[in-house]
């Protein structure tokens, strides 16, 4: 069946360091998307991609970066981590056209 | 500013009876809206879509209504589960500055169905 998997599902790191978060999704869809999930602040995107080489900012894009070499995965990379980024972190994708998002199951990120 | 907006505060039901939340925005003109779950500790997962000349949208137990004068969507679970117990978050297409669309969602309003 195809989906969509994030990895690791937990990590703590400390402040400074350098993270990756994973996401594959095998459904072949053009869009991928990567948000914070925060109390009191509901879902806000950090990072989206509409194809291969292709990137853009979301609302809270500052501390964090992609790149989309391939259909099947878009990394997030935290530059310095800050524990202002301890969140969970979700993936989603949709196909090029439609609307509807597919959401990962989320990794939940402690900054120390 | 933009905003959209879902009530904070839970909403406990005892089961048989109709849930509705409600999801208002300000400043937006979606082409469509949409209704996600989210269970705890897990994504969300996409419910319903509703464009703008929709004025209703059913599935299942399930409805939305969207009233883009009001600039409100009604979501409602009639004969509500305990199954039905999670947090149900609306979310709007907006055009960024990309000249492309996002979803923007609300914070989501946590629902309660009591056996």
């Known amino acids: 069946d195809a989906e969509i998997t994030q990895s690791p599902r937990h990590k703590i790191t400390e402040t400074g360091r350098q993270v990756t978060l994973a996401c594959h999704q095998t459904?072949?869809?053009?869009?991928m998307f990567w948000y914070r999930q925060d109390l009191g602040h509901g879902l806000r995107l950090i990072h989206y991609?509409?194809?291969?080489?292709?990137?853009n900012k979301g609302e809270v894009s500052d501390g964090y970066s992609v790149s989309r070499s391939n259909t099947e995965d878009l990394p997030l990379t935290l530059e310095s981590a800050a524990s202002s980024q301890t969140s969970v972190y979700f993936c989603?994708?949709?196909?090029?056209?439609?609307?509807?998002?597919?959401f990962g199951p989320g990794t939940r990120l402690t900054v120390l | 500013s933009q905003k959209i907006e879902q009530n904070s505060e839970a909403l406990n039901i005892q089961e048989g009876k109709t849930a509705t939340l409600t999801c208002n925005y300000t400043?937006?003109?979606?082409?469509?809206l949409q209704w996600y779950r989210q269970d705890p500790g897990r994504g969300p997962v996409f419910l319903l879509l509703?464009?703008?000349?929709?004025k209703e949208k059913r599935k299942e137990r399930l409805k939305v209504t969207f009233d883009t004068t009001l600039k409100q969507s009604l979501f409602h679970i009639t004969a509500s589960q305990p199954a039905d117990s999670a947090t149900y978050l609306c979310?709007?297409?907006?055009?960024?500055?990309?000249?492309?669309?996002?979803?923007?969602f609300g914070k989501g309003n946590q629902v309660v169905v009591i056996p």
């Open positions: 989603a994708s949709s196909l090029l056209g439609t609307d509807t998002q597919y």
């Open positions: 459904w072949n869809h053009n869009n």
């Open positions: 991609s509409y194809g291969v080489h292709d990137t």
């Open positions: 400043n937006y003109s979606p082409a469509y």
């Open positions: 509703i464009r703008e000349n929709e």
């Open positions: 979310a709007l297409d907006i055009l960024t500055i990309y000249g492309n669309n996002r979803l923007a």
